[in-house]
């Protein structure tokens, strides 16, 4: 074996132990998480740390669903986490076709505009929203989310798409335009069936952005009935002590929809991801 082959080896089994070491980090405090949600309260805490519940229940899981009326909150997650994902997939992709497909005057000033959001921290935020909230009669109500975790997700969505509508042949266009297909018609029925990979690209960052986001919807939700899951978490930390048990299982609970989404559209995941960040 020449010393290139040795060399190369080497540097395979380098980065391999590399990925190894970064996938152990990465995933132990979750294994932590799953395990100390099927231990008892007594046990949670014991040294050193078991990764192998003994003994092993299900009681932090029954008692996360039923208690705080928790599966309230869940549902109501449920239905902002959709609703956003929904309208601001429908949105960003309307404008990131026109911004790639149509030429009028300022186009690239209005999206580099845009792209300002993405410059923006989240929290420097919150206090303009709420009073555009409290103006518009949003506060303390699932609408007032939704709104605002739309308009927190389009520079995003935008940016990404706009790219993939980009590389898109021209001739398809102008094939339906003599066909006599207005700019609806080919958005729908041309850019969006070819635009599958970056679609699930937004559909999961928006998702995952609206599912989990805990400052705006503590800032504004006052009613128990409106409150969303990560509020539900929150409420499960006492003030002298914390049932862990019961917080990493209602944390569980809340990851499973997310993993469920990612799931369903990683076959485009990569693609999307890639084509919307160099292309355009």
């Known amino acids: ?160 798409l706009r790219g993939f509508f980009a590389a898109l042949p021209g001739e398809l266009d102008q094939a339906m335009q003599i066909d006599g297909a207005n700019a609806w018609t080919r958005y729908w029925r041309l850019a969006i069936p070819l635009a599958r990979p970056a679609l699930a690209t937004a559909t999961i960052f928006t998702f995952l952005a609206s599912w989990d986001e805990f400052a705006w919807a503590l800032t504004i939700i006052n009613n128990p009935d409106n409150r969303t899951l990560p509020i539900a978490i929150q409420l499960f930390q006492g003030q002298n002590a914390t049932q862990w048990g019961l917080v990493f299982a209602a944390s569980v609970i809340a990851i499973v929809p997310v993993i469920v989404v990612y799931l369903v559209f990683q076959r485009h995941f990569v693609q999307g991801l890639t084509s919307g960040a160099v292309k355009g």
């Not at 949670?44 to 029954?62: C, R, S």
């Open 1 to 160: 074996m020449s010393r290139r082959q040795q060399g190369a080896r080497a540097l395979t089994a380098l980065r391999v132990a590399a990925l190894i070491a970064g996938a152990t980090v990465m995933t132990t405090p979750f294994l932590y998480m799953l395990s100390t949600s099927f231990k008892p309260q007594a046990f949670v805490l014991t040294t050193p740390p078991q990764f192998i519940p003994d003994p092993f229940t299900w009681g932090n899981y029954a008692q996360a669903w039923t208690t705080q009326d928790f599966a309230r909150y869940a549902a109501n997650s449920v239905i902002v986490a959709v609703v956003s994902t929904a309208l601001s997939v429908l949105i960003s992709s309307m404008m990131a076709y026109g911004f790639a497909r149509f030429e009028f005057r300022g186009r690239e000033v209005l999206f580099r505009v845009l792209l300002i959001g993405l410059m923006v921290p989240a929290m420097m935020l919150i206090i303009p929203q709420f009073v555009l909230a409290k103006y518009f009669n949003l506060l303390d109500s699932l609408a007032g989310l939704i709104v605002f975790y739309v308009a927190g997700s389009l520079a995003l969505n935008v940016f990404l």
